[in-house]
């Protein structure tokens, strides 16, 4: 049988919706589908006992809000039991909240189709190390799943896996969800203790949390949250700020009440902006930051109160990584900056802004470039500590959020908590002042601190222009005949560029997992991986970058343009001349 999937090792994903439409919130998944989830429970269900040795391992599954998630979720459980595996089912929760609980199983299957629209949904895969399995142990599960599908007999085992469960055993498994959950959250509230402090005694994260409450009426902080009706609505949030004395206010908090589009950019947190203008309009002065998650709740992008101009203003997804990385940055270096073996270090995906360099290059910090996908990122950040680098925060900062050590998922709590740090430990903001050379004052807002971000001009990830519809399939082919177009264009666009923009030499760097290329001679060596062209000036500083990669997750195509200035122009004209030329070389 044909499966369509996207098979990712950030998610396996297809539209579930039994009408084959993405927007559907029915929550039949029909036959074929539920074959689908099937085989791939039991492939994981295989690979999980081989990979732990043991017999019988122990599974938590969980998923997101979506209408297909039960569904999936039954067909799922019934064959990890007819597998002999031990179920631990947590109905919704949150991405960082199953994969903190699966730390004291034996791994995870997760069903969420993360930001992608509603009657998408999907399945991720994890054992107990916090995380998403990485690309190669993904590929193992991906050769097995593929095998069984095209098997001629597909259907007809599926349905005997599924018949091969005895119903005690299901009832079981729903009758104990209650306290399944109830461990996971206790779990997951424990573990992000340790991740907002980065120290592991209750007692020494006590006294950074009090820190924290006793700073607050100096730069009060209330928290407003579009929950979207997403996966976090019946996680931690609301208990966790309220325990640590920050006020919050929650919109759209009933689980699968989800009333507008998922993914967590720009267009999307207007609802967010306005609840926070509505409470301030109120008198609720402490409504200064806010933030909406994905279905799956591992991702937050930030809206903040401007006091200058008295509005609720939507940070970028780019800003939102930079003011996080700041803040981790600054925390890291209370921390550790007085120790002679403290090297710090970050991990980033390749399209990340530049921004990133110049703000690590205040710390000291080295950079470290993956291809996109989460799991690239964390396996990056692995292996810098593993060379000796602390590394504090890594993440995508084209997508918005971060991941701060130890977890090794994104967090809107991670986020937030970043800022407030940065806000309310006294010393981390006049750190980064001393150290970029601006000016600090006691009573800064968080307006001040994002006055101070190097200003670039990025084309936003969920931009219309930065997605295009690339027939050939062939992406390596591709980027052969992109590399013949841009030669040839770049001798011709050279004195333009240089008497414009500057622009005088560039470079070109290939991402592939883990693994980045400088100075690549041959774009097609990138393959399905990212291919970034970036652009110096006459001192031969990095000024603008273009960058592509088809989508790992969706069949699309992406591409995007950061430029070090607020010239809108220069951005536009630079992902209109990549545009360009991407299509001539898809003819």
């Known amino acids: 049988m044909e499966h369509n999937m996207i098979l990712s090792a950030s998610g396996w994903r297809r539209i579930f919706a039994k009408s084959g439409g993405e927007q559907d919130n029915t929550p039949e998944i029909g036959p074929e589908n ?20 043991q017999q019988t391992p122990v599974i938590a599954c969980g998923m997101d ?11 799922v459980i019934r064959t990890l039991l007819s597998k002999k595996i031990v179920v631990r089912y947590l109905g919704i929760t949150a991405a960082p909240e199953i994969m903190a609980y699966a730390k004291k199983l034996d791994g995870f299957i997760y069903i969420s189709a993360s930001h992608n629209p509603v009657g998408h949904n999907g399945i991720k895969f994890g ?35 599924l018949n091969d469960c005895s119903t005690s055993d299901v009832d079981w498994v729903y009758a104990e969800s209650s306290e399944s959950k109830k461990d996971a959250l206790s779990s997951y509230k424990s573990f992000i203790r340790e991740v907002i402090t980065s120290v592991r005694k209750p007692s020494e994260q006590d006294e950074i949390f009090a820190q924290i409450r006793k700073s607050a009426g100096k730069h009060p902080v209330g928290v407003v949250c579009d929950m979207n009706g997403s996966a976090r609505s019946l996680s931690i949030d609301k208990e966790f700020f309220a325990e640590n004395g920050i006020p919050f206010y929650a919109i759209n908090d009933t689980a699968g009440d989800i009333v507008h589009e998922i993914i967590p950019e720009a267009e999307n947190l207007v609802w967010c902006a306005k609840e926070m203008e509505r409470l301030q309009a109120a008198g609720h002065t402490d409504a200064v930051l806010g933030y909406m998650p994905d279905c799956d709740g591992d991702r937050g992008n930030i809206v903040y109160w401007d006091e200058k101009n008295h509005k609720a203003d939507i940070l970028k997804a780019q800003e939102v990584f930079s003011l996080a990385v700041l803040a981790e940055l600054s925390y890291a270096d209370m921390l550790y900056g007085g120790s002679a073996d403290y090297k710090p270090a970050v991990a980033v995906n390749c399209p990340t802004s530049m921004r990133i360099d110049e703000i690590a290059a205040v710390f000291g910090a080295k950079i470290y470039r993956a291809e996109v996908g989460e799991a690239n990122v964390v396996n990056t950040a692995r292996k810098a500590r593993d060379a000796g680098f602390t590394v504090r925060i890594c993440g995508e900062g084209s997508n918005g959020g971060n991941i701060t050590y130890p977890s090794s998922v994104r967090d809107p709590l991670s986020t937030v908590f970043a800022v407030i740090k940065l806000m309310n430990i006294d010393g981390l903001y006049r750190t980064w002042c001393e150290k970029s050379g601006h000016a600090y004052r006691d009573d800064f807002t968080l307006t001040d601190v994002l006055g101070t971000l190097p200003v670039y001009t990025t084309t936003g990830v969920s931009e219309p222009r930065a997605v295009l519809h690339i027939r050939t399939t062939d992406h390596a082919l591709l980027k052969g005949r992109f590399q013949k177009i841009f030669e040839a264009e770049w001798k011709s666009k050279l004195d333009t560029f240089s008497a414009k923009y500057g622009i005088v030499s560039y470079e070109t760097v290939l991402t592939n997992g883990t693994t980045e290329t400088r100075n690549a001679a041959d774009f097609s060596k990138s393959g399905s991986g990212g291919l970034k062209i970036i652009f110096s000036d006459r001192k031969k500083n990095p000024c603008a970058f273009i960058w592509m990669r088809g989508s790992g997750t969706e069949p699309v195509f992406r591409i995007m343009c950061d430029v070090k200035s607020a010239d809108a122009e220069e951005e536009k004209e630079l992902l209109q001349w990549e545009t360009d030329m991407l299509l001539k070389a898809d003819n």
Do not use: H, W
């Not at 809000?65 to 067909?75: H, K, Q, W």
């Open 127 to 161: 054992l107990n190390d916090g995380g998403v399995l990485n690309a190669a142990e993904n590929a193992k599960l991906v050769e097995s799943f593929t095998r069984k599908c095209a098997d001629p007999q597909a259907m007809q085992k599926a349905a005997a896996v």
């Open 65 to 75: 809000a979506r209408p297909t998630g039960p569904a999936i979720s039954a067909a």
């Open 34 to 53: 539920t074959v689908l989830a099937v085989l791939a429970a039991e492939v994981f269900a295989d690979y999980v006992r081989n990979a732990v040795n």
